[in-house]
């Protein structure tokens, strides 16, 4: 007879989680690649070392849904679905851009303790929802529409660079983007000399860029001086970045200037929650039709660089060649094409008071 066979249960193996056995200099370097603040909150609440990492990440992005009347008040938010308001003064008058969503407003903590993750979140502020974050060195803000009310069909697109004040700014605008038509050429038009025609003067053009120029620098001023406390309460900041999510304009700052602001005073306007800007110099550059890569068309290019008059100014030692290299980076894809065209024109230079 065969021996009766025995069954001997396994010793129960101890389950070894694979994830606990990343450093958390890895974990971190996997955390900065997440970035959006929302995905980070979530992140936090899955355990507590996860709670304790992300707190400590270098890159963070945070994404405002929606703006609130300077009143504060709920029932009165605004919602930028809606059509932009066109008088940009009054724009800025009533709005506050920095208010955010909450975006971890149910997220508890891991503790059991049953209290808010980031209890700080119940007035929706980008800053305090960043006070979390101790080692943030890269921070990019989306603001839910562009500042600057354009009618339909129009081109305007600006990046500003500042320190405690305005540094650079170039505006690059059109009354008309079309679709080119497969096969078709354009003539040149007879008053397209090089020269501004005569009727830039007399139909309005000139005025249109200048009311272009005014509303982009007055969107850019008041970005700057609603960062002001984020920048102070994080001094590991070396790049900042504050756009919207029509790619209409951005503010950008890096570590020289962000270490300016800090060193500096920041000179207010008296007429609104803004920064002063300053007399500056701009130079304008024009074309009636100019041909984009891609098969579109931009009637009425303009191109617009302003600098603060060296006279009183902090940022008379930037070089030209850092300038032109400003603005030829300035934007992306076919819009970088439109700039180093225009570049090519003549140029015609106005001052401006600040204000």
Same mark, same amino acid.
């Given at each position: 007879m065969h021996p009766r066979a025995r069954i001997h249960a396994d010793p129960v193996l101890e389950v070894v989680d694979q994830f606990d056995c990343l450093p958390d200099s890895l974990v971190l370097l996997?955390?900065?690649?997440?970035? *959006?603040?929302? %995905?980070?909150? +979530?992140?936090?609440?899955?355990?507590?070392?996860?709670?304790?990492?992300?707190p400590l990440v270098h890159d963070v992005y945070v994404k405002i849904d929606r703006v609130v009347t300077v009143d504060g008040d709920a029932e009165d938010m605004l919602n930028m679905s809606s059509p932009k308001p066109r008088n940009i003064l009054s724009h800025f008058l009533k709005m506050m851009l920095l208010t955010i969503i909450k975006p971890f407003h149910n997220m508890r903590s891991p503790n059991g303790a049953g209290r808010p993750l980031?209890? =700080?979140?119940?007035?929706? /502020?980008?800053a305090q929802v960043l006070q979390n974050f101790t080692h943030i060195r890269n921070l990019r803000i989306e603001l839910p529409s562009g500042?600057?009310? $354009?009618?339909?069909?129009?081109?305007?697109?600006?990046?500003?660079?500042?320190?405690?004040?305005? =540094?650079?700014?170039?505006?690059?605008?059109? !009354?008309r983007v079309d679709r080119k038509p497969v096969g078709a050429e354009h003539e040149p038009s007879s008053e397209d000399n090089g020269s501004m025609p005569e009727s830039f003067y007399t139909?309005?053009?000139?005025?249109? +860029?200048?009311?272009? $120029?005014?509303? %982009?620098?007055?969107?850019? %001023? !008041?970005?700057?001086?609603l960062l002001r406390s984020i920048i102070k309460d994080h001094p590991t900041l070396t790049s900042l970045v504050? !756009?919207?999510?029509?790619?209409?304009?951005?503010?950008?700052?890096?570590?020289?200037?962000?270490?300016?602001? +800090?060193e500096n005073q920041l000179s207010a306007s008296a007429c609104s929650n803004r920064t002063q800007v300053p007399a500056c110099n701009m130079k304008l550059k024009y074309a009636p039709y100019l041909e984009l890569p891609g098969g579109t068309a931009l009637q009425g290019a303009t191109l617009v660089?302003?600098?603060?008059?060296?006279?009183? %100014?902090?940022? /008379?030692?930037?070089? +030209?060649?850092? !300038? *032109?290299?400003?603005?030829?980076?300035?934007?992306d894809g076919p819009f970088k094409f439109a700039v180093k065209a225009l570049m090519k024109r003549r140029t015609y230079l106005l001052e401006m008071n600040g204000f």
């Open positions: 996997i955390l900065n690649n997440v970035e *959006d603040v929302r %995905s980070l909150g +979530r992140c936090s609440a899955v355990s507590k070392r996860f709670y304790g990492l992300v980031f209890p =700080q979140l119940a007035h929706h /502020s980008p500042d600057v009310g $354009t009618e339909e069909g129009v081109l305007l697109k600006w990046r500003a660079e500042y320190g405690s004040t305005l =540094q650079n700014c170039v505006i690059l605008g059109g !009354t139909n309005g053009g000139l005025k249109l +860029r200048v009311v272009w $120029t005014i509303s %982009s620098l007055i969107a850019a %001023s !008041t970005r700057h001086y504050l !756009t919207d999510a029509d790619g209409q304009g951005t503010l950008c700052m890096g570590a020289e200037q962000l270490k300016e602001f +800090r660089a302003i600098k603060p008059s060296t006279e009183g %100014s902090n940022v /008379s030692h930037i070089s +030209r060649k850092e !300038t *032109d290299a400003f603005i030829s980076g300035a934007f």
